[in-house]
């Protein structure tokens, strides 16, 4: 009987157990999880500290019953130290410092990322205990849980203003505290236009987020009288601080048995994950991202990690599946408001070559008419020489489907259509929910307008 | 300068005047509008009788005025009675019973369709006077209105269960009416599967409307006492009766002036809106609809008569812009339930050569451990010789994003996916608003999991 064995209990790992046991339930499938929360959704954590879930046991996809019932078997508090790739052998060792070697025919190694610490001074000698956080893992979440009960602080510092820093400054400031929110960048969401992140920051504003932009922090102290963070232009007091400043690729079992690094020191592996290790594959935040537009990058992402476990899981048993490529969808809620973006930016699309064309254009969700119709913002990003679509940044009202109208746009730029092409496809109409040309046909329609101005040529040819 | 004339007022008409305006303002465009209501939303008539609408202007999607200042001309209460094509003429009539021949270099008609009687004896002697109504144009809107105002009635029979006698059903409702809904078939909304229909049924149910399904009308009869609606099985006495059961194309302008008829009686046109008749283009609901999955068939929609309004527009000022083809995507809005198809269900497939396999389904819209997640049924249908998605169905609460959701679908039809290739799709994520694998994925790896089974194999090769 072959025996798979997954490193890494987070989206990855199990979708390979999964998807293994699914199309081969002869296959013995062991998962080892570090720490004793499989398959917890990680995304969800902000929303235990809204309040909006609980108790936090909910935020499991499944329970370590349910995944043990499909038959694969999980070994909890168990880290994975070393592969014997030759052997064939996984050297694990177990909370109770219990050193052993696991056999297996093959391996799926799925450690995900790191939360990183962007060169702030101070963090090493600071943790839970004198209420510094990260939020990368359960028991991180376990841990800010704690502290928020014992300390009750009342004021927190974010350090970043991505997704995580946007949603965990609406958890504390949903549970009372008062949240400054610090920003590297010139402006919060940097994943998107700077336009359309300056409505992000309005949002937070409106909140009562107190938002610093252009502000790179030096260090935190740990004071008598409670946390400062100093950045290049002042300090900010707070109870508690949370750093969520971006992660980096956990590779350090891979790379010492041997494996490759390539973009952002992710392990390589090919469109079937496999490693290059004969009997190794490898998934999730710790790889690279093939990205349809780009090749080979890193952008770890939930999803991704998804597609690629269920890809993995597929292969090591027999499959041929591969990894068809991300178009970078990002979608978060801030407040009210959401705000998404597929594709690629400018910047991002000149890097890889390409002559982008980024066009700005508003439209509502729905027929103005009816009641609630609320603007959604688009940026639409295309290449003018081909018409090609490359992107797309939107940003509207929770309830204005921003979500999967940006989906809309990634299903084309995965199939390859031009601008144009958007103003062809059927989409669903009932003035509640649409109009006649959806929001996105609009914005389409804004770009290729655009473009042909730009272009001097109306798209036509004389009579 | 070229003159061009559009007939019709509706989508299609002002669509192709907007857009050859918009391409080329040298161009001379007068539209030749039946009644005084240029560009009005007629699908946003039954919102104006929830109460959700007011005044019945706001309909409008742009008023009188915004048309004119695009520099097109309008002449409201005006008929097209015949056209010369030798002479490149348009005779019209006016409100006044004045006869005219209009000079045209080029000429788009845009005459829509007409609501149909499906046999019903009685209907001819019986109009907005006695309580009978159709509801196809501001001036059926407007006659409605008043004959509610001024008889106030307190029961109303709809005879038909399509998508306006479900808004109108709920628009009665709203007022305080007691509705009877009479349906023919053996399910309402049977543009979906009787599964869904049925889920649509039990929402109107909820709300108090009489629905009767496997009711043939024979006649509408007006007694003393009101009116009454017979079928081959009862007879139901109503106040007020609204008729909804179905249009066909209004070809008579065409049909004399020699245009070929074909699916669905309407207008024959090829993908540029050309008629075959030298300079004279046709749009809308009076013309067959290319289909990228059934070829040419007639499927009058607002938002296919906008997409060939605008190909004719641009066309006839010497554009080469070509319909791409509709995929059947209809949306509609039930109380709190709204319902969506896009492509082809099962007979439809069959009739067309292919060999469809529909498998339900259901998931939430998002994380379930979010407040707020509600589940949307699904019935995927694709081909498993070649594993083409053919078309989706979905039922789900206002709310669940169900409309942008299908739209992935129809997105996906247009580019030719395969039911598999949607799991490949990089699709958002954020846990109030979908799930790692979006719900329309799930609905996807359901159909082929099932089709899978069906075929005998796991879809892997042998290790």
Request: with cysteine; glycine share 8%.
């Given at each position: 009987m072959t025996h798979l064995?997954?490193?890494?209990?987070?989206?990855?790992?199990?979708?390979?157990?999964?998807?293994?046991?699914?199309?081969?339930?002869?296959?013995?499938?062991?998962?080892?999880?570090?720490?004793?929360?499989?398959?917890?959704?990680?995304?969800?954590?902000?929303?235990?500290?809204?309040?909006?879930?609980?108790?936090?046991?909910?935020?499991?996809?499944?329970?370590?019953?349910?995944?043990?019932?499909?038959?694969?078997?999980?070994?909890?508090?168990?880290?994975?130290?070393?592969?014997?790739?030759?052997?064939?052998?996984?050297?694990?060792?177990?909370?109770?410092?219990?050193?052993?070697?696991?056999?297996?025919?093959?391996?799926?190694?799925?450690?995900?990322?790191?939360?990183?610490?962007?060169?702030?001074?101070?963090?090493?000698?600071?943790?839970?205990?004198?209420?510094?956080?990260?939020?990368?893992?359960?028991?991180?979440?376990?841990?800010?849980?704690?502290?928020?009960?014992?300390?009750?602080?009342?004021?927190?510092?974010?350090?970043?203003?991505?997704y995580v820093g946007l949603e965990m400054a609406e958890a504390f400031t949903a549970r009372g505290l008062r949240?400054?929110?610090?920003?590297?960048?010139?402006?919060?969401?940097?994943?998107?236009?700077?336009?359309?992140?300056?409505?992000?920051?309005?949002?937070?504003?409106?909140?009562?987020?107190?938002?610093?932009?252009?502000?790179?922090?030096?260090?935190?102290?740990?004071?008598?009288?409670?946390?400062?963070?100093?950045?290049?232009?002042?300090?900010?007091?707070?109870?508690?601080?949370?750093?969520?400043?971006?992660?980096?690729?956990?590779?350090?079992?891979?790379?010492?048995?041997?494996?490759?690094?390539?973009?952002?020191?992710?392990?390589v592996v090919d469109a079937s994950m496999r490693t290059g290790l004969p009997g190794v594959w490898a998934a999730g935040d710790g790889v690279v991202t093939h990205h349809r537009l780009l090749g080979e990058t890193y952008l770890p992402l939930g999803t991704t990690a998804h597609k690629q476990g269920r890809i993995a899981g597929e292969n090591a048993v027999g499959g041929t599946a591969r990894f068809a490529g991300s178009v970078g969808t990002q979608v978060v809620k801030v407040f009210d408001l959401v705000a998404a973006r597929t594709g690629l930016r400018d910047h991002e699309a000149v890097a890889a070559g390409l002559a982008p064309v980024t066009i700005a254009s508003v439209a509502d969700d729905h027929k103005r008419y009816y009641p609630g119709a609320h603007p959604i913002r688009f940026r639409v990003t295309g290449d003018p020489r081909d018409g090609r679509l490359l992107g797309a940044q939107l940003v509207g009202r929770r309830g204005t489907e921003v979500a999967k109208r940006v989906d809309v746009f990634a299903t084309a730029i995965h199939a390859g259509l031009g601008v144009a092409q958007l103003s062809d496809l059927d989409l669903s109409y009932t003035p509640p929910l649409g109009s006649p040309w959806d929001a996105v046909q609009l914005a389409a329609q804004a770009w290729t307008g655009e473009a042909e101005r730009m272009e001097g040529r109306t798209g036509i040819e004389p009579a």
């Open positions: 064995v997954a490193v890494g209990g987070s989206d990855a790992g199990i979708s390979a157990a999964l998807r293994a046991r699914e199309l081969d339930p002869a296959t013995e499938v062991t998962v080892v999880v570090a720490d004793r929360y499989p398959n917890f959704s990680i995304c969800g954590i902000p929303y235990y500290f809204t309040g909006e879930v609980a108790p936090w046991q909910s935020l499991a996809h499944r329970t370590a019953a349910d995944l043990e019932a499909t038959g694969m078997r999980l070994r909890l508090d168990t880290r994975a130290t070393r592969i014997d790739v030759a052997a064939r052998t996984l050297a694990v060792r177990t909370a109770d410092g219990v050193e052993e070697d696991v056999a297996y025919d093959e391996l799926i190694v799925a450690t995900g990322a790191l939360p990183v610490r962007a060169g702030i001074a101070g963090l090493d000698a600071l943790g839970p205990e004198q209420g510094v956080h990260v939020i990368h893992s359960m028991p991180d979440a376990l841990a800010l849980d704690r502290d928020l009960e014992r300390r009750q602080p009342r004021s927190a510092v974010i350090v970043g203003a991505g949240v400054t929110l610090l920003q590297r960048r010139p402006e919060v969401l940097s994943t998107l236009d700077r336009e359309l992140g300056a409505l992000v920051r309005e949002e937070l504003a409106a909140h009562g987020v107190q938002v610093v932009t252009d502000a790179a922090v030096r260090s935190v102290e740990h004071r008598p009288s409670g946390l400062r963070v100093v950045t290049d232009r002042a300090s900010h007091d707070a109870d508690l601080v949370l750093v969520v400043v971006g992660v980096r690729p956990n590779v350090e079992l891979l790379e010492r048995a041997g494996a490759t690094l390539g973009a952002g020191g992710a392990v």
